[in-house]
């Protein structure tokens, strides 16, 4: 029974990849093999999220909504690998990100 209400879940694509499989177990560790990869993928996914998160730094003429979105982006992908981060942590990067011009916002932010 489980393994019906998954089968009619799926789009036809995944349907269609998982079709053979003869147990929700079989079908849940094919899809996220699939979504997801091998832990050597995970790995390398984490290595270049992290690394592109390390390296973050505002655009020139890019807006605070689309920096904003960036960090979110380069955040949640890493969220999804395990990668925990705190509303503190999360704050100092958006700040420390700024270019020059922004400089006394910050300032007065940080105090």
Not at 67 to 95: A, C, M, P, S, W
Request: charge should be neutral; charged fraction near 30%.
């Amino acid at each position: 029974k489980a393994l019906n209400i998954l089968l009619v879940s799926l789009d036809k694509t995944e349907y269609n990849l998982v079709r053979r499989c003869t147990s929700t177990h079989e079908v849940w560790k094919l899809l996220i093999l699939t979504h997801e990869g091998t832990e050597q993928v995970k790995n390398a996914k984490l290595a270049l999220l992290n690394r592109d998160y390390e390296l973050f730094k505002m655009q020139p003429n890019e807006s605070i909504k689309n920096l904003y979105n960036r960090l979110l982006d380069i955040t949640n992908g890493l969220l999804g690998l395990g990668k925990v981060f705190g509303k503190d942590e999360l704050v100092r990067k958006l700040l420390g990100c700024l270019n020059d011009e922004w400089e006394p916002k910050v300032t007065a932010i940080e105090e």
